[in-house]
């Protein structure tokens, strides 16, 4: 069965540090690659995707996620985090052709003032 | 609607009671999901729709939880006689199912069996 890893629970940092998360997801077949954030009481918001194509994807907000099939991963990155990017952030596969997301288990951001 | 809507917001529900949570989808969106999140964990697929056929039910937990979609628009998640394990947010999900994968998340029904 397909499932996705997130490697942190909890990232603490400052603002205007540098941000990644990794994700690492176990399918062999063609994926789709997406990272969802979720801010605090709202709904899950789709950052950016990957479908095909040049394997390094830029997103809302100033995020970009970089697609390494040989390693399975499909790391978020942020040059420069502020304050308001502290969210809970989702890493997520789509088997090609098929319908439901699978989830990671979700990394916690808190950026500090 | 602009968004999904998913109603109530917050839900709390004795031990063995019955619960039914809405979801409505975006206008015109063909595909419907239902996810569960736990606590500290990610959204698990529950069931999917495509219009108002059921295609995937693989995720439910148990056949305490029914999901239907009688019109291909508005979808309803019941669960019979709850249990504290029941105790979760609902998410639900649209997408135009044209191939773009551009999944809308609803805020989600937070329930709580005491």
């Known amino acids: 069965a397909q499932s996705v890893s997130q490697h942190n629970h909890h990232v603490i940092l400052s603002e205007a540090a540098s941000l990644e998360l990794g994700c690492n997801y176990s399918?062999?077949?063609?994926?789709?690659l997406f990272w969802y954030v979720q801010y605090p009481g709202q709904h899950l918001q789709l950052l950016l995707k990957?479908?095909?194509?040049?394997?390094l994807v830029k997103g809302i907000k100033g995020f970009e996620a970089e697609f390494i099939k040989s390693k399975f991963s499909f790391n978020l990155r942020k040059p420069s985090v502020q304050w308001s990017d502290t969210a809970e952030y989702f890493c997520?596969?789509?088997?090609?052709?098929?319908?439901?997301?699978?989830f990671g288990g979700g990394t916690r951001v808190l950026v500090k003032p | 609607g602009a968004g999904v809507s998913q109603s109530p917001r917050y839900k709390v529900a004795k031990r063995g009671q019955d619960v039914a949570l809405r979801c409505d989808p975006i206008?015109?969106?063909?595909?419907l999901f239902w996810y569960q999140q736990a606590l500290g964990q990610g959204p698990e697929f529950l069931t999917y729709?495509?219009?108002?056929?059921?295609?995937?039910k693989s995720g439910l937990p148990s056949d305490r939880f029914f999901a239907e979609r009688p019109e291909g628009s508005v979808s309803t998640l019941k669960i019979q006689r709850t249990q504290q394990e029941d105790s979760a947010v609902y998410l639900c999900?649209?997408?135009?199912?044209?191939?773009?994968?551009?999944?809308?998340f609803g805020s989600g029904t937070r329930l709580t069996v005491v």
């Open positions: 206008s015109g969106h063909v595909s």
């Open positions: 399918y062999g077949g063609t994926v789709n």
């Open positions: 729709f495509q219009n108002e056929a059921q295609l995937d």
């Open positions: 990957y479908f095909s194509g040049d394997p």
């Open positions: 999900a649209s997408s135009s199912g044209q191939g773009d994968y551009g999944y809308t």
């Open positions: 997520a596969a789509l088997q090609a052709a098929g319908n439901k997301l699978t």
